[in-house]
Nanobody, 115 residues
């Protein structure tokens, strides 16, 4: 079983930056999984923000392209999300997700962007 623990959320002013990190237990499963960041804003459905495959290919939601960057470190079993030029609409709970044979979710970390 894979456990995912997110860190790095917080309160930031619009235009600022935050870096989220997700540490995964379970080396083999981590390396076999596409790693994703999702977010859920109040009253809205959870949405995919960014993902990185085992081979390092990345994908981003249109709303964050050019501002967010996802990366993974297979040696450390971590995936990170660098968020720049943050906007109030980026506010939400951000979840780390491991998508392999099974799917695993972290507990989420709150990101609040004030205007």
């Amino acid at each position: 079983q894979v456990q995912l623990v997110e860190t790095g959320g917080g309160l930031v002013q619009a235009g600022g930056s935050l870096r989220l990190s997700c540490a995964a237990s379970g080396t083999i499963l981590f390396r076999q999984s596409t790693m994703n960041w999702y977010r859920q804003a109040p009253g809205k459905q959870r949405e995919l923000v960014a993902g990185v495959t085992r081979g390092g290919a990345t994908t981003y939601a249109d709303s964050v392209k050019g501002r967010f960057s996802i990366s993974r470190d297979n040696a450390k079993n971590t995936v990170s999300l660098q968020m720049n030029s943050l906007k109030p609409e980026d506010t939400g709970v951000y979840y780390c997700n491991a998508d392999g044979v099974l799917k695993y979710w972290g507990q989420g970390t709150q990101v609040t962007v004030s205007s």
